[in-house]
C-alpha cells in the first residue's frame, strides 16, 4: 500500500522519528514493541528471519528493489518519501534511503541459550555499535548464541542491527534477570566459562585453546570498553584468558578482541585433548 508523504510532521511517520536521540528511541521501541532496520539488505534479512512488518519509509529510488519483500505484505503501509522529508524526520541523513519499522519479539529465552555449545556472554557493554560487532562476529565464527546482562545495549536498536548486518536476527540471544549469578548459572549449566581479562594468571588464549576440545562448552565472557569484566564475572570464572599484545598497547577494542577469541575458541579452531 504506497502512500507518498510530504510532510515531515505526518503523524503516520511516528515510528521514524529522531532515531538517533537513544533515550527517546528506547521508550518510544519499548512502548510501542517495534525497532527499525535501516538499509535494503538489513530489512531484507529482518523479513526472512520471520518479523513482522509495521511499515516501510522508503525513497522512491528503492521501490523495484524490494518489490518482493513489499508484495509480501500488500496491507502494510508504503510511505514513500524524498531524502530531504526522510532525513527531518529522522534527524540524519538516511543515505541508504530505506527504512522499515518491525514488530519486536523476544525469541529465545535463557533457559533455550543455555541449551546451546557456545556462548558469547555480554556484560554491561552499553555501546551498541560493539553490541552488534560482537554478535556478527559471533555468528560468523560459528558460535550458538548470546547472553546478556541486563545493563547491556539492545540488540534490535537500529545501530547495533546495522553494525551486524542483520546477524541479530540469526543469532539467538537472551537477556539476563539475575547480573550477579551469571558465573554460576552457566556454571552449573555445564560451561567451561571463560573470561576476557588482563589479569596476571590469564591464560593466552592460544593455550586455552590447545587444551580444549571441539565438544567442550565455552561461554566467553566480556566485559565494558572501559574497566573489562567486574570482579564477579571475573572471579566466578572458571578461567581467566588474555589476547597477547605488544607495543605497548594493553588491550583491543572489545569487538575485535571478541573476533579473536571466538575464532581461536570455536569448535573448528580448537585442536587439543581435554585434560580430564
Same mark, same amino acid.
Given at each position: 500500500m504506497k502512500l507518498v508523504v510530504t510532510d515531515s510532521d505526518d503523524p503516520r511517520l511516528a515510528d521514524y522519528v529522531r532515531l538517533r536521540e537513544v533515550s527517546l528511541r528506547r521508550h518510544l521501541e519499548a512502548e510501542q514493541g517495534l525497532f527499525i532496520a535501516e538499509g535494503a539488505?538489513?530489512?531484507?534479512r529482518a523479513i526472512e528471519a520471520g518479523y513482522r512488518p509495521r511499515s516501510f519509509l522508503l525513497a522512491a529510488r528503492w521501490l523495484d528493489g524490494l518489490y518482493d519483500v513489499l508484495t509480501?505484505?500488500?496491507?502494510?503501509? &508504503?510511505?514513500? $518519501?524524498?531524502?530531504? $522529508?526522510?532525513?527531518?524526520?529522522?534527524?540524519?541523513?538516511?543515505?541508504?534511503? !530505506?527504512? +522499515?519499522?518491525?514488530? %519486536?519479539?523476544?525469541?529465545?529465552?535463557?533457559? +533455550? @541459550? #543455555?541449551?546451546?555449545?557456545?556462548?558469547?556472554?555480554?556484560?554491561?557493554i552499553v555501546d551498541h555499535t560493539n553490541v552488534g560487532a560482537i554478535m556478527r562476529n559471533a555468528a560468523g565464527l560459528g558460535w550458538d548464541g548470546a547472553l546478556l546482562s541486563?545493563?547491556? !545495549?539492545?540488540? #534490535?536498536? %537500529? %545501530?547495533?542491527?546495522? /553494525?551486524?548486518?542483520?546477524? $541479530?536476527?540469526?543469532?539467538?540471544?537472551?537477556? #539476563?534477570?539475575?547480573?550477579?549469578?551469571?558465573?554460576q548459572l552457566l556454571r552449573a549449566a555445564g560451561f567451561l566459562t571463560v573470561a576476557l581479562s588482563l589479569a596476571p594468571? !590469564? &591464560?593466552? /588464549?592460544r593455550q586455552l585453546a590447545s587444551s580444549i576440545t571441539p565438544q567442550t562448552r565455552i561461554a566467553l565472557m566480556f566485559?565494558?570498553?572501559?574497566?573489562?569484566?567486574?570482579k564477579r564475572w571475573s572471579?566466578?570464572?572458571? $578461567? %581467566?584468558?588474555? @589476547?597477547?599484545?605488544?607495543?605497548?598497547?594493553?588491550? #583491543?577494542?572489545?569487538?575485535?578482541? +571478541? !573476533?579473536i577469541a571466538c575464532y581461536s575458541l570455536s569448535s573448528r579452531g580448537v585442536t587439543g585433548q581435554s585434560s580430564g
Open positions: 539488505k538489513v530489512i531484507r509480501r505484505w500488500p496491507a502494510v503501509p &508504503v510511505y514513500v $518519501v524524498t531524502e530531504d $522529508v526522510a532525513e527531518q524526520v529522522t534527524g540524519f541523513h538516511v543515505h541508504r534511503g !530505506a527504512l +522499515a519499522s518491525l514488530q %519486536r519479539e523476544q525469541r529465545h529465552s535463557v533457559e +533455550a @541459550i #543455555l541449551a546451546l555449545q557456545r556462548l558469547v556472554v555480554l556484560e554491561d541486563p545493563r547491556a !545495549a539492545d540488540p #534490535l536498536y %537500529r %545501530r547495533s542491527i546495522k /553494525v551486524s548486518m542483520g546477524a $541479530v536476527f540469526s543469532l539467538p540471544w537472551a537477556r #539476563l534477570e539475575d547480573w550477579g549469578a551469571a558465573p594468571d !590469564a &591464560v593466552e /588464549v566485559g565494558t570498553e572501559g574497566s573489562g569484566l567486574s572471579d566466578g570464572a572458571t $578461567v %581467566r584468558s588474555r @589476547i597477547p599484545m605488544s607495543a605497548g598497547i594493553d588491550s #583491543l577494542n572489545v569487538a575485535a578482541a +571478541a !573476533a
